[in-house]
């Protein structure tokens, strides 16, 4: 899972994944499509937000999405994967819904999940640190936000990473490293222009207004700054810590009755023809039963039914009149700005940086020119007919077997060792990752130490360093770890002193 939690979105692991993909495939468990929603919906919905910035547009794919993972999940070969699958439906939707030429033009955002226990104080600095972290990510390219928000905020893996932006498990690796670097140096310079003027005369000559916006070439002098500058890196390692930062990111606010309609879609016999279509245009997919991403798989933006669910509007017309920010995982948009946005446009007062909705639609950014699984021909899935009191597709019995080039699992794992800190001048330690077993895509997802960005492709055998840092502070003996994905915990310890 990623370092930073969000509120509200519970933690599945791959056990209760897979045990969930088998339900919903077997049909024979009336609960488990609940289950679901209860999981994933919030996640999702947000996911789907940050890629359309319409919450009426969010609420139409995030529900044919899901329907159409409740009609073919049948086909994946993999439960285990199930959450990544499904965000590789919900961004196929997305991706869909961006490229039909009819997509109206005037945007209505979401209102954010509030956190109702803030006071006004706490609400001020939040919105204050939003904007820090909304120059920083204006900095980075539309795929490079989206790959660092399905890591940090949605807990998704290098691997999981790789099978929804449909690239290869290496180049996903070094997406990920390159963007989460980026981020950490943007960060750094971003809340060093801030706070760091009084302590080094260099940051005051660049940064002229500590308050206003910092601009991208002034971030990239003070980035490389910060890099020869033994003041500024020292209050880099106490300061900032981009995984804390991105937790003030606004989470959208799911329609109320969105989570209704879906489970009407799915078993009300009124609806079959509804469920039947959907199933159909989430189609093809590839051997290994996920979808081929929408920009190959020939599909045209307006044969899918557009907007959201027909008895969803009179919720989403409610909620727009309490719209507070913008929001969106690859954009943050400080309070205050309108709570319309054009195509063409952007919120009067919101400072400028990339529109979200471009980056998987971007043909430079987006997923079409990088290697595709093979595809395989599969039959339409049946329209559920009125008389089945709950209407399940069809799902596909047999799969073929997947070709030995598309998208093979990573079998490997990793070995983690460990380190120490002798004493209180030493800030930092050193320990080694290695591959055992074959390949293995990784990187650091956590623990209660500080550790250095790293992360990307292992060959058997290859090894990585990581860098562990002491916590700031006056030295006080201790231990903690750095945790990885695929697997591993690194136990590190320090010690200080005796007076």
């Not at 051997?287 to 959201?308: I, K, M, T, V």
Request: aromatic share 4%; glycine share 8%.
């Amino acid at each position: 899972m990623s370092e930073s939690s969000s509120p509200g979105w519970p933690s599945p692991d791959r056990a209760d994944d897979e045990h969930l993909a088998r339900s919903l495939a077997a049909g024979n468990d009336p609960e488990a499509l609940i289950r679901l929603l209860d999981r994933y919906s919030g996640r999702l919905y947000d996911y789907c937000h940050a890629l359309l910035r319409d919450q009426e547009s969010a609420a139409g794919a995030l529900h044919d999405a899901l329907l159409a993972a409740y009609a073919h999940v049948g086909r994946l070969a993999e439960p285990d994967r199930f959450r990544g699958w499904l965000y590789a439906l919900v961004r196929n939707e997305c991706l869909r819904r961006l490229q039909d030429p009819h997509r109206p033009t005037e945007r209505h955002e979401a209102p954010e999940v509030e956190d109702m226990f803030l006071g006004a104080e706490e609400r001020a600095r939040q919105q204050d640190t939003r904007r820090m972290v909304h120059n920083a990510l204006a900095t980075l390219r539309g795929r490079e936000r989206e790959s660092l928000d399905l890591l940090l905020r949605h807990g998704l893996d290098v691997q999981e990473i790789a099978a929804v932006l449909a690239i290869d498990a290496q180049e996903a690796g070094d997406l990920v490293g390159d963007s989460r670097r980026r981020l950490d140096d943007a960060l750094a310079a971003v809340v060093i222009a801030r706070t760091g003027r009084e302590d080094c005369p260099s940051v005051a000559a660049m940064v002229p207004d500590a308050q206003a916006p910092l601009p991208q070439q002034a971030a990239y002098k003070l980035i490389r700054h910060i890099q020869t500058c033994a003041v500024c890196t020292e209050r880099r390692h106490r300061t900032v810590s981009t995984a804390g930062l991105l937790q003030v990111l606004p989470v959208a606010m799911m329609p109320a009755d969105l989570r209704g309609h879906i489970i009407s879609t799915a078993t009300d016999p009124a609806y079959a023809g509804d469920l039947g279509a959907i199933a159909r245009r989430a189609e093809p997919f590839d051997a290994w039963g996920w979808p081929l991403p929408a920009e190959r798989s020939g599909h045209q933006g307006d044969d899918r039914r557009r907007g959201g669910p027909p008895r969803l509007w009179p919720a989403i017309a409610a909620a727009a009149a309490v719209i507070v920010l913008a929001v969106g995982a690859f954009l943050v948009v400080p309070g205050g700005s309108n709570d319309r946005t054009s195509a063409q446009g952007r919120p009067t007062g919101s400072p400028s940086a990339p529109d979200p909705s471009e980056s998987p639609a971007d043909p430079s950014e987006s997923p079409s020119d990088t290697p595709t699984p093979t595809p395989t021909t599969s039959s339409p899935t049946p329209t559920p007919t009125p008389t089945t009191p709950t209407p399940t597709p069809t799902r596909t019995s047999r799969r073929p077997s997947p070709p030995p080039s598309s998208r093979p699992p990573v079998r490997g794992s990793l070995a983690v060792g460990s380190c120490s800190m002798a004493d209180e001048d030493q800030e930092s330690c050193s320990f080694t990752v290695t591959a055992v077993n074959g390949p293995v895509i990784w990187s650091i997802t956590g623990g209660s130490v500080r550790a250095a960005p790293g992360g990307g492709r292992l060959d058997r055998g290859e090894s990585a360093t990581v860098t562990a840092l002491r916590p700031n502070g006056p030295c006080e003996p201790g231990s903690g770890t750095v945790s990885f994905s695929p697997n591993g915990v690194a136990s590190v310890s320090w010690s200080c002193q005796e007076d």
